[in-house]
């Protein structure tokens, strides 16, 4: 007789599996070995998707970030049957955001369900549910019966058959946002959603704005002077067009995302909608990056206006200052940004800026430095100016004086510009180098860019070098360094496995030494792999 014996490598068993509780109420994690190396973790959810409540027809995006060290898998499904595989149901991961998203088109009562997210690395998994609730029918506001509302909101056991995608179709997203875009933008949006065909969709961009006027005869007189999304000195976004209602009692709606949205009248609330004369104006308030995503305006059911928020990651680093300069000099606003941004807006009193006769707006090379040169300032010139980058803005006032030299009325004086900024406004007071905002860990993908940046205040000013590994990189040709105005960067064009390591900034002066550091990840690298 021959004796066969197996043995098998169960993996962990149930004595090693631990449940974690998560800081995120509603998240559970299952850790499925019993210790868990240094440095690495188990995957949880830095933000979770939240309930939806989406109008039949519309886009439910649920949204969720992870964390986890190896980056965990994330997958989602559903407790009624199966996530279908048609073009309905798309999961996506946004790199520069780190959000992963699920999107589900033209919902229909058939979707209406609990979806779960799963996040899984080889120590563990992390696990939320999220429900998605489908409105049949006609819309509400805000306004809405409480009692009727819930008539309306139910979940549908009605199983339909999916829709799916015929052939050239895009993104339905596609078509709300090029809709109602400037024609100067079309291949922008084009390129960001990976449409190639402009010609083809052109023609039949024409027949969707038919199709969309014809709708929007039904209940609107007339709606023109659309105007997008934009930030305000003030700190709140808004957007606004004027329209007449062919029935003053018709309903307007606000959506997010496919998420209706309830506003009010009152403009210190988050969401409010205000009107003078014919003119609607929409305003969020409060500002976070949460905020970001596709707004839609409904009359009934039908779409009358779509704008999409985006917020660039970008802070201020060093703000403008209050400026003084006498009649006919000119005055400058400068502020350094933490990231590079090609164009940031300028506000004066309230109004946006343009580059032209009175005003120059300018950038620095790398992106960084942003510069408004008010010319030949007059009394009506004072005032308030503020300049906005994403959701971050800045305010400072031009105090123009009376100039007391009469003797050459209308001629302009030369230029003199008078710049207060933190790192210049002491420049009697030494001190040693200080770092004020520190290196971020970076992990690139291969042969993407990579961008890293500091600030450094000190005086006398200090002297920069920056390091890989202990060794210099102030002459080296591969990266690009730069220091403006105590903002230090470093620009890596390809990345590759050569240079993972650690990276050190110094910065010196006569009274002291400053030091920081981070590291450099290539994804799908590893260091053991360059010996």
Excluded at 88 to 117: N, P
Excluded at 177 to 193: G, V
Aim: net charge positive; charged share 30%; with cysteine.
């Amino acid at each position: 007789r021959i004796f066969f014996f197996f043995f098998f490598n169960q993996g962990p068993t149930t004595q090693g599996v631990v449940r974690k509780r998560s800081k995120i109420p509603g998240v559970m994690i299952t850790q499925l070995v019993a210790n868990i190396p240094a440095g690495k973790s188990t995957p949880d959810f830095q933000r979770k998707p939240i309930t939806l409540t989406i109008q039949e027809g519309k886009l439910a995006v649920f949204k969720a970030v992870v964390t986890g060290d190896p980056k965990p898998q994330v997958n989602w499904t559903r407790a009624k049957g199966e996530i279908s595989e048609d073009n309905r149901f798309q999961s996506k991961y946004d790199e520069s955001s780190g959000e992963y998203t699920l999107e589900i088109h033209k919902v229909s009562g058939a979707d209406a369900d609990t979806y779960k997210c799963f996040a899984t690395n080889e120590y563990g998994k992390a696990v939320c549910t999220a429900t998605l609730n489908v409105i049949e029918g006609k819309s509400y506001n805000a306004a809405t019966d409480p009692s009727e509302f819930r008539k309306l909101l139910r979940k549908s056991k009605v199983k339909e058959k999916p829709m799916k995608k015929e052939d050239g179709e895009v993104d339905e997203r596609f078509w709300e946002i090029i809709l109602n875009a400037d024609r100067k933008d079309y291949e922008r949006i084009c390129a960001e959603y990976g449409v190639k065909d402009l010609r083809l969709i052109l023609k039949k961009l024409e027949e969707k704005k038919q199709e969309r006027v014809e709708e929007q005869n039904q209940y609107v007189e007339y709606l023109r002077n659309l105007r997008h999304i934009e930030v305000k000195g003030d700190g709140t976004a808004s957007f606004e067009f004027e329209m007449e209602l062919k029935d003053p009692t018709s309903r307007i709606f606000l959506y997010k995302d496919g998420v209706m949205i309830p506003y009010s009248d009152d403009t210190s609330q988050k969401h409010s909608l205000k009107t003078v004369g014919k003119k609607v104006v929409f305003s969020i308030k409060d500002l976070v990056p949460e905020d970001a995503g596709l707004y839609q305006v409904d009359v009934e059911e039908v779409n009358v206006f779509a704008t999409e928020f985006r917020i660039p990651k970008v802070d201020f680093l060093v703000k403008i200052q209050e400026v003084k300069a006498k009649e006919r000099e000119d005055a400058v606003f400068e502020c350094a940004l933490s990231h590079p941004l090609a164009k940031i807006k300028w506000m004066g009193k309230n109004s946006a800026l343009e580059d032209g006769d009175k005003y120059s707006i300018t950038v620095s090379d790398d992106k960084l430095i942003h510069r408004l040169v008010v010319k030949d300032c007059k009394q009506l010139d004072k005032g308030i100016y503020s300049a906005v980058a994403g959701i971050k803005s800045c305010s400072a006032w031009l105090v123009v004086e009376a100039d007391s030299d009469s003797a050459a009325p209308g001629k302009k004086k030369a230029q003199k510009f008078v710049v207060t900024i933190p790192t210049k406004k002491e420049c009697d007071l030494r001190c040693a180098p200080t770092f004020i905002v520190p290196l971020k860990l970076h992990t690139a993908p291969k042969g993407y860019e990579c961008y890293m940046s500091c600030a450094v205040k000190g005086n006398p000013k200090p002297r920069i070098t920056w390091y890989r590994n202990n060794i210099s990189l102030n002459t080296n040709t591969n990266y690009y360094i730069s220091n403006t105005c105590g903002v230090c960067s470093m620009l890596i064009l390809r990345v590759g496995p050569k240079d993972m390591g650690e990276y050190t900034i110094t910065a010196e002066n006569a009274l002291g030494r400053a030091e920081c550091s981070t590291t450099l990840n290539v994804r799908g690298e590893r260091e053991a792999d360059l010996c």
